[in-house]
């Protein structure tokens, strides 16, 4: 269960304060993929990283139970100078799994080769998405909040990325932010459409869809 109470976020931008996320006040249903869509700016990423504790909103507050994984996708919460595995080793003691394991596993599914053991700061953005998707999938989350992630690396790597996060949501939940309907309709059960601030709930995902393409228009 995540619950948003009274939500709001918004930022100054050239001396004009815009609001991204408006009063929201809603509860998003346990256990189900849910697909977050919405036009570009309107909030989607601002959102996932309020829920994930990344970012503060400008008011009211976020109650979930179980365990949330970052914003996959989003590498601001990995240390630029460490390594790939010093940030993997990190991860692991914050989240209470076994390092040797996390480490093995990440090596192994992000394919950096002697990149993993190199500074962050020198990877390009790709390889620092497959390093954070790598971490995120190699930890059991009850929900995971992935951003766009599924589409980084070449076909084989594609391929792989959505076998395991397959397997994931076999025993969790997740928000999937993409504008890649096709992962929307193979990985979503409802959807949620972020507009003007407010989140409208679907049931019904080929509906959210809709809604989507009808305000995209």
């Known amino acids: 269960m995540i619950r948003f109470d009274h939500l709001s976020k918004g930022f100054w931008l050239k001396g004009r304060y815009k609001t991204v996320i408006d009063d929201l006040t809603a509860t998003l249903p346990t256990g189900e993929s849910l697909a977050l869509l919405g036009r570009n700016g309107a909030g989607k990423s601002t959102l996932l990283q309020i829920i994930a504790g990344t970012m503060r909103p400008s008011r009211g507050r976020v109650v979930h139970g179980g ?8 590498s601001g919460s990995f240390h630029r100078d460490l390594t790939g595995a010093q940030n993997v080793r990190f991860i692991a003691r914050i ?10 596993f990440v090596e192994h599914f992000a394919e950096l080769g002697r990149h ?5 700061n020198t990877y390009s953005s790709g390889m620092r998405s497959r390093l954070t998707f790598g971490a995120s ?5 009850d929900t995971y909040l992935v951003d766009e992630v ?3 690396g ?24 993409t504008h890649d309907m096709g992962q929307v309709k193979e990985f979503c059960d409802a959807g949620i ?10 049931d019904d995902l080929d509906a959210a869809i809709s809604y989507h393409k009808e305000l995209m228009a």
């Open 193 to 202: 459409v972020l507009e003007a601030g407010k989140l409208h709930y679907f």
């Open 150 to 152: 599924t589409a980084v």
């Open 67 to 74: 365990t949330i994984s970052w914003p996959v996708g989003f």
């Open 116 to 120: 993993f053991h190199m500074p962050v």
């Open 154 to 177: 070449d076909a084989a790597f594609k391929r792989k990325s959505r076998a395991v996060f397959r397997e994931r949501m076999k025993r969790s939940g997740a928000i999937l932010v």
């Open 95 to 104: 989240y209470g799994v076994d390092t040797d394991e996390l480490v093995t």
């Open 137 to 141: 999938m190699g930890i059991r989350f």
